[in-house]
């Protein structure tokens, strides 16, 4: 059979159709965000752009599962996460929210590649930037001021998670929720009220008349 091959026009303008369907990556979150610690040449970052993936998940979704092995770190480019864990008797104990541009995982399980304590599920739809182990690792040796960066992004979480306990110490329910709601007004608006009741340690039932008792303040 005679094989008519297509005029060059009709080719090229195929290739562009194609193009023009495909979907473009939005890294700019990300690359601001490690500017600010850290100064990347436009090779390091174009190097750094070859080691990352891009993952959505759907409402709903975990990013990782208690008892799995966390193989990534995510950066949040769009939604709203939680980091939980469950009880021997079911129940939900949340210890961390993330929104767009923060970082989440089960920083113990991906540092040491051992089973997960901790629960991400997406409260939204979401989109994420994510840096495997591995490719993380050979990240640190070809661009060996990520690795300053990281240990940045670490130390951070971990002065956060101290004064968090301090916090559930020291302050009331009522002012660890008014410390909340004013630190984190977005996460706020966003996330059900039983989540945050659930943050902060109470039942959702006592949240709601915190809540009543503030307005009544007003």
Known sequence: MLRISSPPQIIAETVRHKLK??????????IEYISRYVNLTQD?????LEYITHRK???????????DICRFESFVIKGCLKT???DNEGQEHVVLFAIENWWTADLGSFLTQKPADYNVQCIENTEVIQFSFDKLEL???????????FRIIIQKAFV???????RNFSLSA??????????????????????????????????????GQIIAEQ
């Open 21 to 30: 369907k495909q979907p473009t990556l939005n890294n700019k979150p990300l």
């Open 44 to 48: 390091e970052i174009n190097l750094l």
């Open 57 to 67: 998940y759907l409402k709903g979704q975990y990013v990782i599962q208690q008892g």
């Open 84 to 86: 939980f864990y469950v």
């Open 139 to 149: 990240l640190y040796q070809k661009i060996p001021k990520l690795e300053r960066f």
């Open 160 to 166: 956060a998670s101290e004064k968090r306990i301090i």
């Open 174 to 211: 009522k002012e660890r929720y008014i410390e909340f709601k004013n630190t984190y007004p977005q996460i706020e608006q966003r996330v059900p009220q039983y989540l945050i009741a659930s943050y902060l340690g109470i039942t959702k039932e006592f949240l709601s008349k915190i809540r």
